[in-house]
């Protein structure tokens, strides 16, 4: 029997994860009454009513039930039942965005004259003990709803080799301001500017042409070249010191040439990694017939 419980903060994408695992097979429970989970592991283990991997959502709403939870799981172990804890994360200020957006009320808000950022800050301290114990965790601040189940199908139906790590690549132009949530910048104004050529003036770096010339530099190469070996450093201690995301920024100009190309080259080289990553381009859209 598989077991994985999922847990985290409010907002963070639990009812994704339990969708994408009842997609693939696993019987999922949300809001079990925690006293009744080891019940129910005991009744799957035992192979009753065909529950071969099953998934229970367990979060802030068990309320003074939720302290119980670490003796529970201790006892599981205890008595050989094998389970997985999926903690899924996410910033203060993305989840009180997203409560913004869809207007619900958090299960610790007692009104609607509560602070929506006093009452994450409340669950952030009363899930710890939780993330303590989590085998997998999953900051989906800067991931769309879609990455997300991605990331979720490759760590558990794909045999991926998680880390514990999403990066995001991200470029972006100086003139429009350094990303407020970057945590590696990077400036690569150094480069040659395809703006200068005239055929390559309105293109950008998710066109061929623009690579090229961007790549042809043996300045390019070099850095690539020194930002594997950073990445390759840097990553693992950033795992080993519990960080879950990470945004590398990279800066030219005006953000659709130079950073652009560069940022989809990194991207590459952490894909093939164990990490989780993605690409993304801010500035790319803004006044196409400015400089980048």
Do not use: W
Not at 74 to 90: A, R
Not at 91 to 120: C, F, G, Q, W
Not at 213 to 228: C, G, R, S
């Amino acid at each position: 029997m598989k077991m994985i419980i999922v847990t985290g903060m409010s907002g963070a994408g639990k009812s994704t994860a339990l969708n994408v695992l009842e997609d693939e097979g696993y019987y999922c429970v949300d809001n079990m009454p925690i006293s009744l989970i080891p019940k129910f592991a005991e009744l799957a283990n035992a192979g009753e009513d065909g529950y071969s991997n099953i998934a229970i959502g367990v979060d802030i709403r068990s309320g003074h039930a939720l302290a119980e939870l670490d003796s529970v799981l201790d006892d599981m172990i205890n008595k050989h039942f094998n389970y997985t804890i999926l903690f899924l994360e996410s910033s203060d200020e993305v989840l009180v965005k997203r409560y913004k957006e869809t207007r619900r009320t958090h299960p610790l808000a007692m009104d609607d004259h509560d602070r929506i950022d006093n009452v994450i800050k409340l669950e952030r301290d009363e899930l710890k003990f939780l993330k303590k114990r989590a085998d997998v965790i999953i900051d989906t601040s800067q991931m769309l709803t879609r990455e997300l189940k991605a990331e979720l199908e490759g760590i558990f139906f794909d045999d991926k080799n998680f880390k514990n790590l999403f990066v995001t690549v991200l470029s972006f132009g100086f003139k429009y301001g350094i990303p407020a949530d970057a945590d590696l910048v990077f400036d690569v104004r150094f480069l040659p500017n395809p703006y200068y050529i005239e055929e390559l003036k309105y293109l950008t770096g998710n066109d061929k042409p623009v690579q090229d010339y961007v790549k042809k530099a043996p300045e390019t190469t070099e850095f690539l070249e020194k930002i594997d070996d950073l990445l390759k450093f840097l990553l693992p201690n950033y795992v080993k010191e519990g960080k879950n995301s990470l945004v590398i920024a990279i800066g030219c100009t005006g953000g659709k040439h130079r950073s652009v190309t560069l940022a989809n080259e990194i991207y590459k080289l952490i894909s093939r990694t164990e990490y989780g990553c993605k690409v993304e381009h801010r500035d790319i859209e803004k006044d196409s017939k400015r400089k980048g």
